[in-house]
């Protein structure tokens, strides 16, 4: 609700949203994700173990996954066969925003590096624009930000969201690695 209120209502305009600017990132039309949601709650992946999905991916899936689906995307988060797998079922189980999903999403965030380090990268990517690879090296070090300043304050307000569990995370997170530039 809070995403609603600040960027307006979730639909065909999250198309049209900042997505992360990894090369590969996957973009699909309706049919083909309404086949994935399909694929997901029958416990088939599919090109989320391979790919990096987009924020519209993301939340389009988040709304459109069963139970059955979001119990797969939890044993995918602490088992998933790659770091892609597992931080794409991070990323759509974060926007599906169910209190009870919170802890798992911190836990992985906390303990499993790769997903730490591909959900910073996509954060800085995403609020940014910069290219995938300067994401990943703020994401390894927040203090060769480009704009620290102006990255802080999307953070910021990251920080402040409702829902998305990630994103809150990645944002104080790297927050508190911008500190020693900030003063600057």
């Known amino acids: 609700m809070a995403y609603e209120r600040e960027l307006g209502p979730l639909g065909d305009d999250m198309l049209r949203r900042r997505d992360i600017t990894h090369p590969r990132t996957m973009k699909a039309d309706r049919p083909t994700l309404t086949e994935l949601a399909r694929s997901i709650d029958s416990g088939d992946p599919g090109v989320l173990a391979t790919a990096p999905s987009s924020r519209a991916v993301d939340f389009f ?3 459109k996954l069963g139970e059955s689906g979001a119990n797969h995307l939890r044993e995918w988060v602490r088992t998933g ?3 892609t797998l597992r931080a794409n079922a991070l990323a759509v189980l974060s926007k599906m925003s169910m209190r009870e999903d919170i802890e798992l999403i911190v836990d992985c965030l906390e303990t ?6 591909l959900s910073l990268a996509s954060e800085v990517s995403k609020l940014m624009q910069h290219d995938w690879e300067t994401s990943k090296a703020v994401a390894k070090d927040p203090t060769t930000a ?7 304050k999307a953070l910021t307000k990251e920080t402040l969201l409702d829902s998305d569990a990630e994103s809150r995370w990645c944002g104080a997170y790297l927050l508190r690695g911008l500190v020693p530039v900030l003063g600057r």
Not at 112 to 117: G, L, N, P, T
Not at 146 to 152: F, S
């Open 61 to 63: 899936l988040a709304s």
């Open 81 to 83: 066969k790659t770091s």
């Open 112 to 117: 499993d590096e790769k997903v730490r380090f």
């Open 146 to 152: 480009p704009n620290p300043r102006k990255l802080a």
